[in-house]
């Protein structure tokens, strides 16, 4: 049987549409070989979970330049353990004040990149972290 | 451009022994970079000549300020009969919040405003609505009602300032509330002067504010412009904008091209909706664009930008009015140019933008501030980037002359370049019937993502560079100081919304929507009935929501 990819889902929860960066990072994700669902913009917490759930995804990647992933992320991770589902990893990206980076990890976003972080970087972090569930 | 045929032959036999000199000296010093290109991966050449201008006709190509092709300018006196509007886009957190900025902005100096909403008011959702959460106030100001609205525009004087709104899917609410307020001061319709952004297609394409699918949200913009032209002659219903098609990822030529494709779309539906001639509406479309960090690409872009607009209007849809055949533009520098780390250089990417704006001739600009690319600008931050438009203009002489730059071998020839690629565009989306089916297809948004992919490509094999990111990168960092915007705001916008339910006249609300979603459905203008509601103080999202339920909701795509 072939390897099972991994597979990454790039959440935009929340009214915000600055989508540039989700979107060349699923097309980076979907270059290196993952399995990539790309939710488009304007997605709530729930939806994105309970996509996340449907979707079996391996990480869910959240990326918010609005201002409100101080609400909107942890919101999503709590989502995903009442469902059961916490073990789908959950990072997240866009203009987060260095601030804010602890009380994110404090709630279960296991990473974070800011803009100036390289693909290969997010890439990188992502093989190391994720193995494919089967 | 015509050169006597003396001038022609030792230009020839000057490039061609400056060509050999140039082999020579590669032979022992090599160019430092492979590759010469701007911003957007246009091949620039290491010299342009008078041959590169051999077919550009100095009458016809280039002319005079207010003459066709308007190539250099649409007012005969270019910058000294005035300079562009200062126009600084702000708004954050409650109306009162947003007011004491603009009250700040004018006091020094600026001379125009321009509203940023929060992400719920863009998108037609009141501030206590399940999607609203977290974002109320946040990247703007929250509007609700009429109330919020006054409180903006307090003490303001609508009859002498001219207000910008960027505010797209929920337009004629806010429009309305405009007018409704003006009303309330006793400033008649037609002395107030400002403009909505109402471009709904580039919200398809790249901004992705949208609420109902493209073919009502035109419609709603015919309303608009319908309206402006019958009772509000000073205002511009629509600007028409490729900024955001910038910021997105386009290059310049996909921005210009996508742009004033946008213009012929929504020109085209105004004629067939609405019993109007083309100049009963034309002089009052205006325009809005990027101006990236690529100086030269961006000057010939905004030049270019009007010789098309010109010749579209004239040639396509028959304009007699020469005001018809006008391209005004605000310009924003570009946001996405700027970088988070060693932020303070943004000041230096600013300036040159805004230069770029200013050689292409903008009636208005807003610079951005140095903290933009980390969140709201500070007082101290947005002083820096007013100052420096105000040291454009009455310090470095660049308004002492019209078009500066006209005549240059390489400005003119990049100027005609960008124009022959702009065309290809526009003709390849004619082709597929117009823009509203091109996005249907998904061609401009993927165009774009292809470009932006590229850049960011290029961004990390350091074949493009941005400075303290992927080149001159640097530990030490100095920080600025961060504005956060109060969680309270958006309780404080909950608890207002609830008085206001209580107390006003909830059956003239009902009506008043009701006869809303009469007009949405027999065609009938829906601007009257908007600005009936708000007077009854609807709230945006009531009204929203009969766009939504008689028109249906659009869903992103998710393209990539």
């Keep these: 049987m072939p390897e099972r990819k991994i597979r990454v889902m790039v959440a935009k929860p929340g009214l915000d549409g600055h989508d540039r960066g989700a979107r060349i990072l699923a097309r980076c994700f979907r270059d290196a070989g993952f399995e990539v669902i790309y939710t488009g913009c304007h997605q709530t917490p729930e939806q994105v979970a309970a996509a996340a759930i449907q979707e079996d995804v391996d990480l869910v990647g959240l990326s918010c330049l609005s201002g409100a992933h101080r609400i909107l992320f942890p919101r999503v991770v709590e989502l995903l353990r009442e469902k059961n589902a916490s073990d789908i990893t959950v990072i997240g990206g866009g203009i987060i004040p260095e601030q804010d980076f602890q009380m994110l990890y404090d709630a279960g976003i296991q990473a974070i990149f800011t803009p100036g972080a390289s693909l290969d970087s997010i890439v990188d972090w992502i093989r190391t972290h994720i193995q494919a569930r089967n | ?348 990417r600013t300036t040159i933008e805004a230069l770029a704006a200013v050689l292409g001739g903008t009636q208005s600009l807003h610079t951005n501030s140095l903290d933009e690319v980390l969140c709201l600008p500070s007082e101290h931050a947005v002083e820096i980037a007013l100052r420096t438009q105000q040291i454009l203009a009455e310090e470095t002489g660049v308004v002492n002359t019209i078009d500066p730059l006209a005549g240059s071998y390489f400005v003119e020839s990049l100027t005609n370049e960008m124009e022959a690629k702009a065309w290809e565009y526009i003709e390849k989306i004619d082709a597929m019937g117009g823009m509203v089916a091109a996005i249907e297809r998904g061609y401009p948004q993927m165009e774009i993502a292809d470009a932006a992919y590229t850049f960011q490509r290029q961004i990390e094999a350091k074949e493009k560079i941005m400075v303290g990111v992927n080149k001159y990168a640097t530990e030490a960092q100095h920080p600025v100081p961060l504005v956060e915007i109060d969680e309270k705001v958006g309780e404080e916008q909950i608890r207002r919304l609830k008085d206001l339910r209580r107390r006003r006249d909830s059956r003239a609300v009902s009506q008043s929507l009701a006869d809303l979603r009469a007009a949405c459905k027999n065609g009938a203008n829906v601007m009257p009935h908007c600005i009936t509601a708000v007077k009854n103080l609807a709230t945006e999202q009531e009204i929203c929501d009969v766009y939504r339920e008689v028109y249906g909701e659009y869903r992103d795509p998710g393209l990539y």
């Excluded at chain 2, 246009?42 to 066709?68: C, H, M, S, V």
């Design chain 2, 1 to 348: 451009m015509y050169f006597s045929d003396e001038t022609q032959k030792a230009s020839r036999k000057l490039t061609e022994q400056w060509q050999a000199n140039v082999q020579n000296t590669l032979k022992t010093n090599t160019d430092w970079k492979n590759r010469f290109s701007t911003v957007s991966d246009l091949d620039i050449k290491r010299l342009y000549t008078p041959e590169d201008l051999q077919n550009t006709d100095f009458a016809r190509d280039i002319g005079a300020p207010g003459e066709f092709p308007y190539l250099r300018g649409n007012q005969v006196t270019g910058y000294r009969g005035q300079p562009w509007t200062f126009r600084m886009f702000s708004g954050m957190g409650s109306a009162e919040d947003t007011n004491a900025r603009w009250h700040l902005l004018l006091r020094e100096g600026q001379t125009g405003l321009s509203t940023a909403f929060d992400f719920p008011t863009l998108m037609g959702y009141d501030s206590d609505s399940p999607k609203a959460l977290g974002e109320v106030g946040k990247c703007g100001v929250a509007i609700d009602t009429l109330e919020d609205f006054l409180a903006l525009i307090d003490d303001i004087p609508l009859d002498r300032v001219t207000t910008s709104m960027t505010i797209n899917p929920p337009a004629t609410v806010l429009w309305a509330m405009y007018c409704a307020a003006a009303e309330i001061k006793g400033v008649p319709l037609n002395q107030i002067g400002g403009t909505i952004q109402n471009d709904m297609l580039k919200e398809f394409i790249a901004q992705k504010t949208f609420m109902c699918p493209p073919e009502p949200s035109v419609r709603l913009i015919s309303d608009t412009v319908e309206f402006g032209a019958k009772y509000v002659p000073r205002w511009n219903p629509i600007s028409i904008s490729g900024y955001h098609i910038r910021e997105a990822g386009a290059t310049a030529v996909q921005e210009l091209a996508f742009t004033l494709r946008d213009g012929i779309e929504y020109v085209e539906d105004i004629l067939r909706r609405k019993k109007m001639s083309v100049d009963d509406f034309a002089p009052r479309l205006s325009f809005f664009f990027n101006a990236h960090i690529d100086l030269f690409e961006e000057i010939c872009k905004l030049r270019a930008a009007r010789r098309i607009w010109a010749k579209v209007m004239r040639d396509r849809f028959g304009a007699k009015n020469p005001r018809s055949l006008w391209m005004r533009f605000h310009v924003q520098t570009a946001g996405c140019s700027l970088t988070a780390q060693q932020p303070y250089n943004n000041v230096v």
